[in-house]
């Protein structure tokens, strides 16, 4: 299994370790960072995960997502593997076990 590091822009989120992958969706196992927020935007970002983690375990399809549109859209969410080689992912969310998906 590969092990990349999960960034948006250069905000570091946390470890993600590849699972399954039935194209075009990827799912992994992911530890965020226990490091604390220095900037507004890291708050965001984990503000962001954490509603994406109340969906999925409270199954509720009404959660509100306007006020992260800009990170949803975003085209600067990356994976960066040991060689520091970055791969471009869509905006991720946690799945119902807890992972990490994405596309």
């Known amino acids: 299994m590969s092990a990349y590091k999960l960034f948006f822009q250069d905000v570091y989120l ?3 370790t590849m699972g399954e992958a039935e194209f075009p969706r990827h799912v992994g196992e992911f530890v965020p960072t226990t490091t604390p927020c220095e900037s507004a935007l890291c708050r965001r970002l984990h503000a962001y995960l954490a509603l ?3 969906e999925a375990v409270d199954e509720d399809p009404n959660v509100d997502y ?3 549109e800009d ?3 975003s085209e600067d969410w990356v994976l960066a593997d040991t060689e ?3 791969l471009p992912i869509s905006s991720p969310a946690y ?3 807890g992972e990490l998906i994405w596309c």
């Open 14 to 16: 946390g470890e993600v």
């Open 52 to 54: 994406t983690r109340q």
């Open 66 to 68: 306007s006020e992260y």
């Open 71 to 73: 990170l949803i859209d």
């Open 84 to 86: 520091g080689r970055r």
């Open 95 to 97: 799945g119902l076990d």
